[in-house]
């Protein structure tokens, strides 16, 4: 799977936008974009991904660059609730046995201020 | 519908001694994976079960077995426990099929003294 790079840190106010990059230059086609976050002493929690469209759910929305080498994850609305861990994975998809296995890097700890 | 539960939530063990986590997958979910996270970093994958069989492993001593039963359900065992296996221990459940994402238990946090 493709290394990521994130910030290690990032600030937002709440009711703000919350933009949160990720580079990730070496990845490949059939390599899809994954974001989770981490909220203190939780499991994980599934965001969003995307392949090369944008894509927006209920949480939040992906943008990937044409080329595919950075994406960004961002909070329209950011409470203080979103303070968290933001971690952003790629892993190829398709087949039975691929599912298993995420590559946590270190991630951005997102801070929501009032 | 129950999401992925874990058992104990936390746990203390003795250096040398062996331990046994549980966790049941989302109800439908047919593979579970196994995630060790050191305070501080990112989880670190161990293993990926899937029909009872082990598809995936990460780079764990062998100190580090697991097995999954036909329910779905899933052990990790650990034996001779270090001072270093001190972590959170996570347990995602995923339908195999298709594009889908992880659902994580909430951990058991493993105290080696």
């Known amino acids: 799977d493709a290394k990521t790079t994130q910030p290690p840190s990032m600030d937002c106010a709440e009711g703000r936008a919350a933009n949160l990059p990720c580079n990730h230059s070496t990845i490949s086609g059939n390599e899809y974009v994954y974001w989770y976050r981490q909220i203190h002493s ?18 939040a929305s992906l943008i990937i660059t044409e080329d595919r080498k950075s994406s960004t994850l961002i909070l329209p609305h950011a409470t203080l609730r979103d303070t968290a861990v933001y971690y952003c994975i790629v892993r190829v998809e398709g087949g039975g046995t691929s599912y298993g296995k995420l590559t946590f890097g270190q991630g951005t700890i997102l801070t929501v201020h009032p | 519908d129950a999401g992925v539960t874990q058992s104990p939530t936390h746990l203390i063990k003795t250096r040398g001694q062996h331990v046994t986590l549980r966790c049941s997958p989302i109800s439908g979910h047919k593979s579970v994976s196994w995630y060790q996270q050191v305070l501080g970093q990112g989880p670190q994958f161990i293993f990926q079960y899937y029909e009872k069989e082990e598809r995936g492993r990460g780079n764990f001593p062998d100190r580090f077995s697991a097995r999954q039963f036909p329910n779905y359900s899933s052990e990790l065992n650990v034996n001779a426990l270090l001072l270093g296996d001190s972590a959170l221990y996570l347990c995602a459940s995923s339908i195999v099929g298709g594009i889908t994402e992880a659902f994580f238990g909430q951990g058991t946090r493993l105290t080696v003294v």
């Open chain 1, 42 to 59: 939780q499991g994980p929690q599934y965001i969003i991904h995307g392949l090369k469209n944008n894509e927006t759910n209920e949480m």
